[in-house]
């Protein structure tokens, strides 16, 4: 079954609709790419996902072990590579609330930061830099 349906709106801007739930994201092209940058673009969206995956398994382990992580915030910054012009870096900082998490409560959420799906499914030629700052 579908998960998404894209329609291509011209000017290297897509509609995305989530069929589940019926939520929308339009993607742009980015100015350095001849596009307005009026929206996230798809590379922007790569690294949207692989920190918003990480963070989704940080609070299922979080949820299952009693931790609150709510106000978390993460700082997603992309890197990119020409030849081909692709995403090389993504560094995510994870800045948690200060909650006085116990050493074995941050250890135990630190480890399942590389396990999720999306780390798992990128090339291993992306780096991924991940960063905790508790």
Not at 14 to 29: F, L
């Amino acid at each position: 079954m579908t998960t998404i349906k894209t329609t291509y709106l011209g000017d290297l801007r897509t509609e995305n609709i989530h069929i589940q739930s019926g939520s929308k994201i339009i993607t742009d092209a980015p100015t350095d790419n001849r596009g307005k940058g009026e929206a996230f673009s798809p590379t922007d969206m790569l690294a949207t996902a692989l920190g918003n995956c990480i963070m989704t398994i940080m609070g299922i382990k979080a949820m299952d072990n009693g931790i609150d992580l709510v106000g978390t915030e993460l700082d997603i910054t992309k890197i990119m590579a020409e030849n081909p012009r692709r995403v090389s870096e993504v560094v995510i900082q994870f800045n948690f609330p200060k909650k006085g998490y116990s050493e074995d409560e941050k250890k135990l959420i630190e480890s399942v930061a590389g396990i999720s799906p999306v780390p798992l499914s990128v090339h291993p030629d992306l780096k991924q830099t991940i960063i905790f700052n508790w």
